[in-house]
């Protein structure tokens, strides 16, 4: 059974960072596809950043430029780094994954929220103005 088990959120002053953590369990690292997502009270759940098994990553216009996802294999960890925050950055963040949430086309990642098959229970952010 895949789990995955989301930390490091918390409220912090606009402008100032957080970095979320996902330690992640029982599945083939090295193949999946791993992504952040967030949702907010009141509105649809939306993808923020995806990084594949080799590395290559994707991310929202609205993070992008602020936000960096990474990973360690060797800890089977999936990180977010959150800088510059906003206000309207504030909501629930969820890591997922899956064998085909992204996919390699074109030079980019095309991103599949089907193929995100286990998800964690999430974090809490509140930006705060």
């Known amino acids: 059974q895949v789990q995955l088990v989301e930390s490091g959120g918390g409220s912090v002053q606009a402008g100032g960072s957080l970095k979320l953590s996902c330690a992640a369990s029982?599945?083939?690292?090295?193949?999946?596809?791993m992504g952040w997502f967030r949702q907010a009270p009141g509105k649809e759940r939306e993808w923020v950043a995806v990084?594949?098994?080799?590395?290559?990553?994707s991310y929202a216009d609205s993070v992008k430029g602020r936000f960096t996802i990474s990973k360690d294999n060797a800890k089977n960890t999936l990180y977010l780094q959150m800088n510059s925050l906003k206000p309207e950055d504030t909501a629930m963040y969820y890591c997922a994954t899956g064998r085909w949430g992204c996919t390699r086309a074109t030079g980019r990642l095309q991103i599949s929220v089907p193929g995100f098959t286990y998800w964690g229970q999430g974090t809490q952010v509140t930006v705060s103005s």
């Open positions: 029982a599945f083939d690292y090295r193949t999946y596809c």
């Open positions: 990084i594949d098994f080799d590395g290559w990553s």
